[in-house]
C-alpha cells in the first residue's frame, strides 16, 4: 500500500449553514486480473457502522469516519487528527458490474472485489476437428 495520505476538501451542498468538510483522501492499491478489479484501502480506525459505499451510475464513493478508541478511565489528552473522515470516488469502466460489488472491512483495510461483465470477461472457445 501506499504510505502517502492527502488531504482532500468537499463544499457542502448547503454553504450557508456549514463550513467545507475535510476529508482524508485514503491510499489504494488497485489489482486487475481476468474476471474484475479489487480495490484495497486503507481506512485506520474506520469501523463498518461508520463506512459507507455508494454506487450511483458509473461512479463509485467510499465515506467513512474513524473513531479516536480511548480506554474507559482514561482521558485523550493529544491527537492529531481527531475522528478524521475518509473519502475516495472513482469512475469505472463500463465493462465492470457495479451491481455485484462485495465489500470485506478487516482491520482498517477495505477491500471491494467488482467483476467484469459477463460479455467482458474472457472466455475459451473450444474448435472442433473435422
Given amino acids: 500500500m501506499s504510505e502517502e495520505t492527502q488531504l482532500a476538501t468537499r463544499e457542502p451542498q448547503n454553504l450557508s449553514t456549514r463550513s467545507a468538510v475535510a476529508a482524508l483522501i485514503p491510499p489504494v492499491d488497485i489489482v486487475e486480473d481476468e474476471t474484475g478489479i479489487t480495490i484495497t484501502a486503507d481506512l485506520p480506525g474506520a469501523s463498518r457502522d461508520r463506512l459507507e459505499i455508494k454506487m450511483e451510475g458509473e461512479h463509485l464513493l467510499i465515506e467513512a469516519e474513524a473513531a479516536v478508541a480511548v480506554s474507559e478511565g482514561l482521558q485523550l489528552l493529544h491527537a492529531e487528527i481527531l475522528e478524521p473522515r475518509y473519502r475516495r470516488a472513482f469512475r469505472l469502466s463500463r465493462e465492470l458490474d457495479g ?11 477495505l477491500t471491494l472485489r467488482i467483476p467484469r461483465i459477463e460479455q467482458a470477461q474472457p472466455r475459451r472457445i473450444e474448435v472442433q476437428v473435422e
Fill in 99 to 109: 451491481s455485484k460489488i462485495e465489500a470485506s472491512l478487516k482491520d482498517g483495510v
